[in-house]
């Protein structure tokens, strides 16, 4: 199954330029996998390699993950990124049989801005994560599935509403009563 990177780009940065030139670049970055067990395993080996130990002894892979040389991402004062991957678990878009493949393109949006806000230069990467999925709600706001995104983060979650879920309604919200919906 080919994914298409499609997404309406809009930025508020003044270096859109640069922001989609490292869109571009991360995008050759990703590995899909269409089993759960290779997916992890995969993960385990990129670790053992760069460190000589695994991480994930105390938890599985979700959807999407972000793979650095740093488990905390780039350094502060290395804004650089030489070696990282960016795994796509397929397995896990398929709760109780209903697929959410669909959002696969928002996922990965996600783990580029995650990327992109802890090697910016000058910024201070205190929660990434938050900030991915502020951009990452705007993309499915901008596409018309952002109520389908939602979803799927709470399901991911146990059907329990969540902080991540929960910043993606108030992201969709505030954008409502801006007229940017």
């Not at 385990?44 to 105390?58: A, I, N, P, V």
């Not at 995650?114 to 230069?121: N, R």
Request: charged share 30%; hydrophobic share 40%; net charge negative.
């Amino acid at each position: 199954m080919a994914i298409e990177f499609n997404l309406p780009i809009e930025s508020i940065s003044p270096s859109i330029e640069a922001k989609n030139a490292f869109r571009q670049f991360a995008q050759t970055k990703v590995i899909f996998f269409d089993r759960t067990e290779d997916c992890d395993r995969f993960i385990d080996k990129w670790w053992f390699k760069r460190y000589g130990h695994s991480t994930l002894k105390e938890r599985s892979v979700g959807p999407g993950q972000v793979l650095t040389k740093d488990i905390n991402g780039p350094r502060l004062n290395d804004q650089t990124l030489d070696d990282f991957a960016i795994v796509i678990n397929r397995p896990s878009f398929i709760i109780d049989g209903e697929d959410f493949s669909d959002l696969i393109p928002l996922v990965i949006e996600h783990e580029i801005m995650e990327l992109w806000f802890m090697c910016k230069k000058g910024f201070l990467p205190i929660d990434t994560h938050s900030l991915a999925i502020i951009e990452e709600t705007k993309m499915a706001v901008k596409i018309g599935k952002e109520e389908r995104r939602v979803r799927f983060q709470t399901l991911l979650q146990s059907g329990q509403v969540n902080q991540d879920s929960g910043l993606m309604r108030r992201v969709i919200d505030r954008m409502s009563m801006n007229g940017m919906k």
